[in-house]
């Protein structure tokens, strides 16, 4: 069973920027679409943006152009850049394939305020 562990979380102010990872345990992360959830307070997960295992990307539209998710396959690890916090970027931010075939890690926990 592949074990995702998800880090680089924390405080930051409106407009501020992050890069999250999410090491994946196991040498068989690089055939699987990967993807970046959130889940904010009060509500449910939700996608936020997906990679192939060639590199193709898409997007959840509210993050849009202040989102990057990207992955190294040698070292099993992929990563999302976030940009132009907004407050709605709150939430606990989890990774898991496109189809979330893996059980869900701790996640990493996203905090934007002033």
């Known amino acids: 069973q592949v074990q995702l562990v998800e880090s680089g979380g924390g405080l930051v102010q409106p407009g501020g920027s992050l890069r999250l990872s999410c090491a994946a345990s196991?040498?068989?992360?690089?055939?699987?679409?990967m993807g970046w959830y959130r889940q904010a307070p009060g509500t449910q997960r939700e996608g936020v943006a997906i990679?192939?295992?060639?590199?193709?990307?898409n997007y959840r539209n509210s993050v849009k152009g202040r989102f990057t998710i990207s992955r190294d396959n040698a070292k099993n690890t992929m990563y999302l850049r976030i940009n132009s916090l907004k407050p709605d970027g709150t939430g606990v931010y989890y990774c898991?394939?496109?189809?979330?075939?893996?059980?869900w890690g701790q996640g990493t926990p996203v905090t934007v305020s002033s």
């Open positions: 898991n394939t496109g189809e979330q075939e893996f059980s």
């Open positions: 196991g040498s068989i992360f690089s055939i699987y679409v």
């Open positions: 990679i192939t295992n060639s590199g193709y990307t």
